[in-house]
């Protein structure tokens, strides 16, 4: 999995295979788990290599995502109910047969989502885009 953070537009672009993105999804719905990133040679468009995605379960309200600069980690904290909603969606882009992506973002009354949370684009293990 390659998860890049790109500071001047305040989010994180997540990549991987399918497998990778179900790992990502269990320790989701685990509300706990360390998954390893890895850096790669394609070029990162100005974005930061983050090492880690690190889940903690907390009691929220919601579930912030946010980047810790010391450890190179993006760090997902949330209740179980956010942790849960947020699983459902890295688990379908996982299942997607054809390239895309998909934008995690808050919006007042967001329904899982914290306020001060960063935007995250999940791409499919396909490619951010679709080929059709």
Same mark, same amino acid.
Request: hydrophobic share 40%; aromatic share 4%; net charge negative.
């Given at each position: 999995m390659r998860v890049l953070f790109f500071p001047n537009e305040g989010g994180v672009d997540v990549s991987g295979g399918a497998a990778e993105l179900v790992v990502l999804a269990l320790a989701?719905?685990?509300?706990?788990?360390?998954?390893e990133a890895t850096a790669s040679a394609e070029p990162s468009f100005g974005g930061t290599e983050l090492a880690s995605v690190q889940v903690v379960g907390n009691s929220g309200p919601g579930v912030r995502i946010r980047v810790?600069?010391? /450890?190179?980690?993006?760090?997902?904290?949330?209740?179980?109910?956010?942790?849960?909603? $947020? #699983?459902?969606? =890295?688990? *379908?882009?996982?299942?997607?047969?054809?390239?895309?992506?998909? /934008?995690?973002e808050y919006f007042p009354g967001?329904?899982?989502?914290?306020?001060?949370? $960063? #935007?995250?684009? =999940?791409? *499919?293990?396909?490619?951010?885009?679709p080929t059709r």
């Open positions: 989701l719905v685990a509300g706990e788990g360390c998954v810790d600069l010391e /450890h190179r980690g993006l760090l997902i904290e949330g209740d179980r109910q956010g942790l849960t909603a $947020l #699983a459902d969606n =890295v688990r *379908s882009i996982a299942e997607m047969d054809d390239g895309g992506h998909q /934008h995690i967001h329904y899982y989502l914290a306020a001060g949370s $960063l #935007a995250m684009v =999940v791409n *499919s293990p396909h490619g951010g885009m």
